[in-house]
């Protein structure tokens, strides 16, 4: 029972990490590989300031990673299949079609790339 525990606890902190829209697109952005900040305010139509912070915070969390290439630093998913394990997330907000209709659900199925992963099982397993 510890390990579920434990288990449960890290799980929980990953969904806070989460807790955040911004957050979420972000990842979702990454999941179509590495990104500059300003690429990612642009796709995003956040501020480099904000994307920064949200960028800083996924880094503390090792859910994403940075390279730098002179002053640029670009960021990429520690796990790339994690992107996709977010849009999988989609059914369950089908689910709640009272809250969400159907249509806007299949738009952004459509707007977000499908990530697919070679090896990645899209965090299944």
Known sequence: MPNRVLIARELADLFKLLAHPDRIRLIE?????????NELGDSTGLPSARVSQHLALLRAHRVVDERRDGRHRYYHLVQPGFAAWIVDG????????????????????????????????????
């Open 29 to 37: 952005e990454l999941g179509a590989g590495e990104k500059a900040v």
């Open 90 to 125: 989609l059914d369950f907000v089908a689910g709640r079609e009272q809250v969400v209709d159907a249509a806007k659900i299949r738009a952004v199925r459509r707007q977000w790339p499908a990530t697919p992963v070679a090896g990645s099982g899209r965090g299944r397993g």
